[in-house]
């Protein structure tokens, strides 16, 4: 049995749902998914301001909760927080976009993301330049209407979506598609013989994958700079993530 | 039931008897795995030239044997042929450094490759710059003495190898360690916690990211640059890939 | 009057006075430096997951403070949270590792920096590549032992700290020396003289940069990443960073 | 009181009153500036050969002049002969285009140049490539007519300049917009308001950037590759290069 | 007198025809060409497939009758075998892209390629970024309706080859363009004045590398990765491939 | 008739006649080549700032003297003025450092440097940047002792050059050795066999470089950035150099 918590940074429920049901589609027999609401932020993150205070949420629900789990992951397209809780949780943890870039990388060369709006192209933009995969983005693209709801944009702007994606294998270049975003959960499944070229999402991505790092069992840091942060003073964090912070190796 | 080839694409059965052992043991229940070992090539690869030999054997094999198959994977690491068997075949492909590159990118930020001779590191390294990966890339080193046998370089060679891993965490500013090599399947196993960082094979890796592949069902390229060849005329080849080279889109 | 805020993203007192006395030193006169010390986290930040937490209660000081201010200063090498001020002060910000960077490459072609620990060298690399500037960077060397008062790591480690630089120039190439982190505040300016290249710490180039973008008057962002987030909906936030993300363009 | 001396390398009377008129308005109280013009050279640079002519030309007089002063500007963008300039002489030497951009970088991640022809975009790229920052360039673009005058080029063409700049915010991606070469000099600040990014020129921030040098006080180089050149036999130089040449460190 | 093979990797022999005609016109007196056919294979190569096959073509061929040769040309664009058969070959060898770049970096900044389809164009570019020429790579223009007849596409389509040029140059930056692709073979010689920037194409660029090669008489690597590959055991490779694999430093 | 002039922007005569009998001794038959010194300038260049002063040597005796000439080298390497003289003279134009490289790239994918200083690293260094090659770059090594007499450092230093290129291939990863800098000229010939790798100089490459140039007739740029200059008014230049800024396309 392997547990799986995915963490939506984000405080909508709706966007939640979607999660879940994508993460359940795609688990393994014997894997469980579990899917926890941020209790404070936005209701979904475009900016790096956002993302700031994303990763903060993430990091107070993971503190809390990851003890029970094999794995973790981070459910908003763009990883706020990943790099600190891959340092802090003694489990693998992965992000949306970290997973849906691995399962790109392994479909083709170069990838074109998908998105809900223009603002969020540079926040996706530097998190891709964050892994190093820059040489392998073929381009972003993104919606550029104001989303009526942010929990059914999979329906209301399926067309303009898939449009977006044969734009980017036409004149971008882009031998995969990832399909980007929580709110987009469960889009790649649904488009299934849609799109001309090989099409991911994050959600169904980040299960398989954390299932895989469960499975391979490739061990956790004792060195090195995902070791867990050195013992030091702290003041007026909660008991969890003082907790996560003295956790010596 | 999903069902996963490994191309052994030199000639050395007994690297093909350590590929498939990790193979079985990193299978789900309800894969299943085969390994075929390249009828012409030579015993391993170190060189861009037996790698372009062992490409043409791997692409003999896979044009014979897909059907039977839900996914393919090169079995040496620089994963020759890789990329043409991508657009050539209607399943699923990866390979040992693609695979084992996924994984540590999944682990860390940096990774140093561990390898079994001086010589091959230039190929690794051109294999990890064709992935656009370089950025990521901490160290590769390697043995700096002869192998005696390719099948029993872990037994002769294991605490050198620790040896080198330890030093690429130290020196080299690894957060992962990847350990290199079809001769080196299940190596990363029998080390578990010996190790400072997180470590990962190729043929694991190759064999959950297949899995993950076929259960995401991605969809074929039908447009891009991963399409199948446009048909043409050709000459001397042998039935199987005329066949793969007449399947168009 | 120009009048700067520096946000001390650590909960570290003695930190925040050498701050201070770096930023008196380095102001022109008619300008006015205010230090304020995170009212949670740890003692100093070696890690992304320690930079996670710095960087929210950075936000929340500055979201609660910056309207006093014609420029804001996250204090902090490694700039926790400093993109996604940009985005959402009305004012400048900028932050110790890109102030000192800036200053850096107006002296030479290429740059070490000496830090105080190993550990924090990855989180700054990261750092520096996240500005680009990976191509200008000769290397990062730190001391090697634990620090046994992070206030008085000046004084204790002085010599170390320049027979690091020199290592710098001598062995890596480096045309500039960046000391690095808020602890070493004021040691360029007092090595005046000793080192054989050009060196910049943050403070001092952080309280200049700013006064320089507040004297530039370049104008706010209206349009582009850097404009305020959309306003969308929001819970658990405090009342200033609520403020803030209501504060549309 | 901090002397700073601008070197118009062109031999356009009209530029440097320009240059001269923004650095009076932009210099602090107690900053006095001077502006020489090149006495020979053509009328403003575009091309590669140009700036070849220009740098030997602005060698010329800071050789002759630097010893009144604190710190010098080489007044074109791109910078003709800043390296060269900053081995040779004793005291802080910035440019136009270098300056420029460090002020961008605090302002924004990708920052896009308006230029005053088509041709000198390759100039203009080429500069900024030498300094590293090629992944922060989101375009250049200039204007695509013969320029009448080059002393009323602002007044000319201001509104298709604005215009350009609106495209590099909207098309291009740009957080910050550089209004590039001398001719533009005050641009930016007469533009105040108009852009809907932040914008920047080269002679405000050359001049704000040499008075944070001369203040900083970071120490002139005694090794490295920005010592003054080992001495060596010459001949057939002014003078005032000899002197310069006889320089040991 | 200077022997120089050129290995065509298909199985055209029109395509041979044009490769000859412009070898011979390009050979200095006391150079002399041959052109082998592959005897197995496609057409022309367009994708990484029919590279892979048409690698070990060159291999065999140039295996079999390198010995007579003081140089080898590996005479399809991208360069099927080339770094293979440097390792393993006693004399010089290089491939149409390599040298037609090499001849475009000699005349300008940035090259753009012009190719005879839409396809071919993502194989271009990964053989470009294999020699870490990205950075120079302008653009790869192709012609956009498949090809009548592969040996007469010069005629066919050469106002519609000329028009693609121009735009690499107006659009795209190009100060060289490359005419790529051995059924171009002789273009840049026939539209010598046509263009507005210089042009090369790969036959010519080849042959002249080759006698250059020929005669620095530069050494051949005895240690390296381009040393001939170890010796070890092999089967099933035809006696030529043998010999070279048995050829040790 | 094939006429090359080589210019020397330095004012050693010994160190021109070193390169004239290099250049003598690599012509092919039917071509000519002449060497001119340098009338002003220093001993050899090291630094950005003697560079400048010979590119604008350089500049001026090319524009003098080209006119009798089919080709046109700068010779010394780091290639002081090459890009600026490709604009402005109407024949191809190459320098040392630009057609060792080309040599070295068409030998084996990553190249080491050994050179005259440890000094002249830094230029050679960015020399290479700017020619977008660093990632074929293995390494630079210098010589670490003044030089007695610049004409006669292959005899006096042979061995320790032989050594530093030795250490490249083995410690650095090189597969190609550049014997870098007009005093190295004739250098790799007299090495022949001495090294493990092959090993390539300035002054051959760029005579057997500027011969192929010479007979592909690839035509001048008409349009883009290495058209001739825009005219402008200009004052206080040569004549020679007047009449090349006079050249309209």
Same mark, same amino acid.
């Given at each position: 049995?392997?547990?799986? %918590? %995915?963490?939506?940074?984000?405080?909508?429920?709706?966007?939640?749902?979607?999660?879940?049901? +994508?993460?359940?589609?795609?688990?393994?027999? =014997?894997? +469980?998914? +579990?899917?926890?609401?941020?209790?404070?932020?936005? $209701?979904?993150?475009?900016?790096?301001?956002?993302?700031?205070?994303?990763?903060?949420?993430?990091?107070?629900?993971?503190? +809390?909760?990851?003890?029970?789990?094999?794995?973790?992951?981070?459910?908003?397209?763009?990883?706020?927080?990943? $790099?600190?809780?891959?340092?802090?949780?003694?489990?693998?943890?992965?992000?949306?976009?970290?997973?849906?870039?691995?399962?790109?990388?392994?479909?083709?060369?170069?990838?074109?993301?998908?998105?809900?709006?223009?603002?969020?192209?540079?926040?996706? @933009?530097?998190?891709?330049?964050?892994? =190093?995969?820059?040489?392998?983005?073929?381009?972003?693209?993104?919606?550029?209407?104001?989303?009526?709801?942010?929990?059914?944009?999979?329906?209301?702007?399926?067309?303009?979506?898939?449009?977006?994606?044969?734009?980017?294998? $036409?004149?971008?270049?882009?031998?995969?598609?990832?399909?980007?975003?929580?709110?987009?959960? =469960?889009?790649?499944?649904?488009?299934?013989?849609?799109?001309?070229?090989?099409?991911?999402?994050?959600?169904?991505?980040?299960?398989?994958?954390?299932?895989?790092?469960?499975?391979?069992?490739?061990?956790? $840091? @004792?060195?090195?700079?995902?070791?867990?942060?050195?013992?030091?003073?702290?003041?007026?964090?909660?008991?969890?993530?003082?907790?996560?912070?003295?956790?010596?190796?």
């Amino acid at each position: 049995m392997t547990k799986i %918590l %995915l963490i939506n940074p984000n405080i909508s429920d709706s966007v939640s749902d979607l999660i879940r049901a +994508e993460a359940q589609r795609s688990a393994a027999p =014997g894997t +469980e998914v +579990e899917v926890l609401t941020a209790p404070f932020g936005v $209701a979904y993150i475009e900016t790096r301001f956002e993302a700031l205070i994303g990763a903060y949420a993430a990091a107070q629900l993971a503190a +809390e909760h990851h003890a029970r789990f094999d794995a973790v992951v981070v459910a908003a397209f763009g990883d706020p927080g990943l $790099a600190g809780l891959r340092e802090a949780l003694p489990c693998p943890v992965t992000g949306l976009t970290e997973a849906a870039l691995a399962s790109a990388c392994l479909l083709g060369n170069r990838f074109s993301i998908v998105a809900i709006s223009q603002r969020i192209r540079a926040w996706y @933009r530097e998190t891709v330049q964050s892994y =190093g995969l820059e040489g392998r983005l073929a381009s972003i693209r993104g919606l550029d209407e104001p989303l009526a709801d942010i929990g059914s944009v999979q329906g209301d702007q399926g067309e303009r979506l898939v449009a977006l994606a044969e734009r980017c294998v $036409a004149e971008d270049g882009a031998d995969v598609i990832v399909l980007a975003g929580a709110p987009l959960a =469960g889009l790649a499944r649904s488009l299934k013989g849609r799109l001309p070229v090989p099409s991911v999402d994050g959600v169904s991505s980040a299960v398989k994958h954390a299932e895989t790092l469960a499975a391979l069992q490739p061990g956790k $840091a @004792r060195l090195g700079s995902f070791a867990p942060p050195p013992v030091k003073p702290n003041k007026g964090l909660s008991p969890a993530i003082q907790a996560l912070l003295g956790r010596a190796r």
